[in-house]
Each structure stands twice: as C-alpha cells, then as structure tokens.
C-alpha cells in the first residue's frame, strides 16, 4: 500500500507538466470514419483519413522483399513531419525475414496487400508518458504495413513493438482495415518509469472491431469505450494493461475497464472541437437518430448502424461539409464575409475577446489547413492488389480531387512524390490544389460551385472506368501473375496522376483569369461585377460616412450627429511587430505536426519526476 502511493505521488510530479502541455495541443487535427462491410452499398469496408495540419504530403513507395539475417531497420523521430522539420535517428530494430510494398506519407496509409491505415490523434494523460520509448505512431504504422497481411496481424505487431521498444508518442488512434474487417486501435505510453530493456510493457493500447453493419467517427479523444476481457475476437489489448491505471487508482478492481476514460479523461480543445464532428458524421448518415450535440465529457456509442447503405461518395461529400444547414452553418453570417467563405484562419489566445478566451471557431470537418485526405474502399472478391483502392486527394477535401490509388501500385509521378512546403512549387501536386483552395477565398460564393462542377467531372470519369480496369487487371492477374496486374495498374494509376496535375495547374491559372478585380470574365469576353450581397452592405453599414456628412443616416440606424470642421485625420499607430515566426519562412501558427513535437517540454518533465522516483524508491530499499 505505501509502495503504490509512493509511486502515485512521484508520478504525479509529471503533472506539473500537464498545463504546459494543454497550452500546446494539435491544432493539427484530423477527422476519421469507417463503414463496416455489411454498412456500405458495395459490401466493401471503407474507411477515411483527413489529415488536418502541417505534414508530409509526398507519397513514398517503399518497396518490400526479402532480406538478410541481422538487417536492421532505422527508427526516426517523427517522420510524419519531414517537409517541416528535420527527422533523427533514434534506434534501429530487427528487419523482418520478408516484408510487403507499403506506402508512406505523413501516416503511413496502405501495403500491397490492401491493409490500410487512417489515424488521429488523442493525445490524453501526461503521466503515461514515456521519454525512453523509441516508437512514435508513424514508426508503428510502416512496422506494420511492413509486416502484416491483415488487420489483425497489422496490430499485433504494432503492439507488440510498442510494448518492447517503448511508445514515447502521446495518446493515438488508428482506424486499421483489410478487406474484411476494421478495427480501431489506440495507444498512449507505457509510464515515465519504463526504460529501454524493461520487462514491463513500454505501451498501453487496446483494439476494438467496428461491427460489419455498423459506422465508427472519431475526431481528436479516445473512443474506444469499455473493453471486454471475455470476448478476444472484438477485442484486443496490451500485457498488463490495467497494473498502472490501479497504481494510479484510474481504476479498481470489479469495475469495467472504460479506456476512454482511463487515458483520455480531459480531451482537449474548445467544449465541442472533437464531438462536433462525431455528431456531424452521425447526423448525415442517420438523421433519424436525432442525435444530441455533446460535450467533450459525455461520448456517443462507440458506433451506429447508418439510415441507408454508405457509399465511397457519401464520405467524400462528408469530408466536404461545412456543418451547412445546421445553426453552426461555416458559410453565413459576418465570419464568413461578403462571399459565404466557410474557413477561419486560427486565432492565438492573446488575440481572442476575453470572453471568449477559451472559445474556438467552430470545427468543421473540411479544414483549409488539411494536407491530404482519402477514402479507401477494400473489396473483398479480389485479391488485395486489385481490390483495395485508396481515392486519394492532396490538400482539402473539398477542393480536391480523389484519384484512384490501387494497393498494387508501384510507382507515383514525381510531382506527387517531392516538393517543399516552405517555398510555392509549380512542380508539385499539393502546392496546386492548395493554391486552388486559397485562391477560391478570394470570392467562395462564385468560385467554389465551379471547383465542385470541375471536381466532380474528373471523379465520375475515374468511378466510370474502375469497372473495366478492375476485369483487366483480374484478368492479366489470372493468366499471367500478380506482378502484370500490378505492372497494368501501376500504368493506370501513373497516368492518371500525371494528368490530374496538369488538369489542375491549368484549372489554377484559368480560376486566376477569370476571377480578378471584382469581376468575373465570361466566355465571350465581356465582364460581370461580381459585387457585394444587399444583407452584408446593409450589416457593415454601407455608406454611412458620406451620408453622415450630408446630414443624413442609415434607415433605422440613429441620427447623423452635428457636422463639423473636417479635421486633419490621425497619423496611424505603428502596428504591433509579429512574432518572430522562427527560421522557416512560413508563416507562425499555433500548431504542432504530431504530440511527439508537443510532448518535448512535457518529457523534460516526466523525466525529472522518473529520475526522482529512481532515486526515492532506492532509498527506500537501502
């Protein structure tokens, strides 16, 4: 008994830390869904990843093979953002006797045979850190994409590298699917105590099965709910799992063991920044369910059975959603501006009212600052090269364009594989879609149903031919092998891509001669004054300064006050010098690229708290 509060009251230094590390949370957040098989009209499990922030949006594809007895593997710190900051080498593990093709991004999303990853992140309890671990979420995904031919598989060997090499990431989730079923994993680490070589387990994590005929939506808190120690085919989890939340007295014995509310007690960000997007993803899919809007405290069921049968298209329009329609509706009121422009730039708390301090704009699931996103459909009558599918789209969902990528792929055009963030790139895909994005803020009422129109044409090409692609590949799979189906696709998926960027560079610069100045270009070449909507001048009282100098006032609005000697207007007051941005010549925004950047000045902590237990508890013993 005084051993484990020794151990609760050391341990609890760490959360000196934890203030600072509410302070610093990811503003880079991202938005999942996944449809069982049975839930979606095609019979295919699909599942879906908006990946919200600064981070690598090049597509790698890292070839498997065989390899050599005492081949080792390189571990990097926080890979997820290499286009923003430099990756180190931590440590090295084991490479496998034979690994698959997978493909690498920011989070690593899908291997040749057709698993696939989408994620986000929780972050959760400061004192389950673990400064000694090596793994960050990343590391975990390309371990087991690398190494995995299921979804099942796919988690035990990410557990199984957490527990022994150490999960030193804060609190994630991972939605982890093959062409049967889908579950969702989630992680955080193994104590502040737990060093390299420890025979406890370096992690905490748990895995839970969507139900086939059932939907599953997280957004930045655990969801995974209570787990069922009796039923190991829905459920999954770590060695030990419930030593620590007892020492900590998280949890006793006889009680369910909720792992949401165990090692994500206090979600972060504003009151509803993570259940508004569940809510809206539940909504549209079940209306009929008139499901409440709740707090960050009070969780809906870990899944729903949807309205009708979900198709790949019913999640891409959600990815493009707006909460249009609803009372928190992006695209009204005077934040939009004169043009309905649904995106809010991040407001730093010194600029924020001070009743409002720790408010937000609302979260909309399509966010300007997204860096790519992707529905994958993973059918189940072929083999996993052909079947599983990744639509994929650089920057926001709703001014993307989602271009087929087939898990038997084997090479990308350059310009979806390079470029830098830092510096505007003609010869990359994301800067082209990002610029079509921002440059449609300009004037959004007028741009944007012409982006959708243009969107939608290029993706019903693409929805059009998969039927004929599919029975070729199946075809040449059947009479020649799975490396001509692969070879076929890859051909398939190349073109395609190559084309995409052309199509969309060219989309860019007819977007900038067409809409400039205020006015809109038509195709005889004459003009049309875009102007203003009547409601938006009438708010931002239109003419009342000249009126008022004539004497006269707004209708409704209060008398014109005496006129007078016009005066000398004010010199201007120098305006506040920005803050230092740092090296990058990007601009200074208050987010962070994965909780392993966050979790630094927390580690630090922890670190001190784990030294000071080291040396209490050897006191003790002597």
Request: with cysteine.
């Amino acid at each position: 008994m005084k051993k484990n509060k020794l151990f609760r009251s050391v341990v609890s230094l760490s959360m000196a830390c934890a203030v600072t590390l509410g302070t610093m949370q990811s503003a880079s957040a991202c938005t999942t869904v996944a449809v069982g098989k049975d839930a979606s009209d095609t019979g295919s499990v699909l599942v879906a990843h908006t990946c919200d922030g600064w981070y690598d949006h090049r597509i790698q594809i890292v070839e498997g093979g065989t390899h050599a007895a005492g081949e080792m593997v390189d571990i990097y710190n926080d890979p997820c953002t290499a286009t923003k900051s430099e990756v180190t080498l931590v440590g090295q593990v084991p490479q496998a006797e034979e690994t698959y093709t997978y493909f690498n991004i920011a989070y690593p999303f899908m291997n040749e045979k057709g698993v696939v990853i989408s994620e986000f992140t929780w972050s959760g309890r400061s004192e389950v850190g673990s400064p000694e671990g090596m793994m960050v979420i990343a590391n975990l995904e390309m371990l087991g994409l690398q190494r995995a031919a299921t979804a099942r598989e796919t988690i035990e060997v990410m557990g199984a590298m957490a527990e022994k090499y150490g999960y030193c990431d804060g609190g994630e989730c991972l939605l982890v699917a093959d062409q049967n079923e889908v579950w969702i994993f989630e992680v955080c680490g193994g104590g502040p105590l737990w060093t390299q070589g420890s025979e406890a387990p370096g992690a905490h994590w748990a895995a839970r099965r969507v139900p086939d005929d059932q939907v599953f939506a997280g957004a930045n808190r655990s969801r995974l709910g209570v787990i069922d120690f009796n039923d190991p085919d829905n459920y999954m989890w770590s060695t030990d799992i419930t030593a620590l939340p007892k020492q900590m007295g998280w949890w006793n014995d006889g009680e369910e063991f909720n792992f949401t509310k165990i090692f994500n007690p206090e979600p972060y960000g504003y009151e509803f920044y993570a259940s508004r997007r569940e809510w809206r993803v539940f909504s549209l899919l079940a209306p009929s369910q008139d499901f409440p809007v709740l707090d960050r405290q009070s969780h809906y069921d870990f899944t729903i059975v949807p309205d009708e049968l979900v198709s790949i298209q019913d999640i891409m329009d959600i990815y493009s959603d707006h909460l249009e329609g609803t009372e928190y509706d992006m695209t009204k009121g005077l934040a939009a501006g004169p043009f309905g422009n649904p995106h809010r730039w991040q407001v730093p708390g010194s600029m924020k009212p001070e009743y409002a301090s720790s408010e937000d704009w609302e979260r909309e699931i399509a966010q300007f600052r997204c860096t790519y996103a992707f529905v994958a459909e993973l059918r189940p009558d072929m083999p996993g090269e052909i079947g599983s599918v990744l639509w994929f789209g650089e920057d926001c969902p709703d001014t993307t364009v989602y271009t087929p990528i087939y898990a038997g792929t084997t090479r990308v055009p350059e310009e979806w594989s390079t470029g830098d963030r830092k510096s505007f790139d003609q010869n990359c895909a994301w800067w082209a879609f990002n610029f079509v994005g921002n440059y449609a803020q300009l004037n959004w009422n007028a741009m944007y149903p012409v982006i959708r129109e243009r969107k939608a044409g290029i993706e019903s090409e693409y929805f059009a031919e998969q039927a004929e692609i599919d029975a070729k590949a199946l075809e040449l799979y059947n009479t020649s092998g799975v490396d001509a189906a692969k070879e076929y696709l890859t051909n398939y998926v190349y073109s395609n891509m190559e084309e995409l960027n052309d199509t969309w560079w060219a989309f860019a610069w007819e977007l900038v001669g067409t809409y400039y100045d205020g006015i809109q270009i038509n195709e005889d070449g004459s003009s049309t004054t875009l102007g203003y909507p009547t409601e938006w001048l009438e708010a931002v009282k239109f003419g009342e300064t000249s009126l008022a100098d004539k004497g006269e006032s707004i209708p409704g609005g209060e008398e014109p006050a005496p006129s007078a000697e016009p005066t000398a207007a004010p010199a201007p007051s120098a305006a506040p010098a920005p803050a230092d941005p740092g090296p990058s010549s990007a601009p200074a925004v208050n987010t962070t690229s994965s909780n392993s950047t966050a979790l630094l000045i927390g580690s630090a902590c922890v670190i001190v708290a784990a030294i000071a237990a080291v040396v209490i508890l050897q006191k003790k013993k002597q």
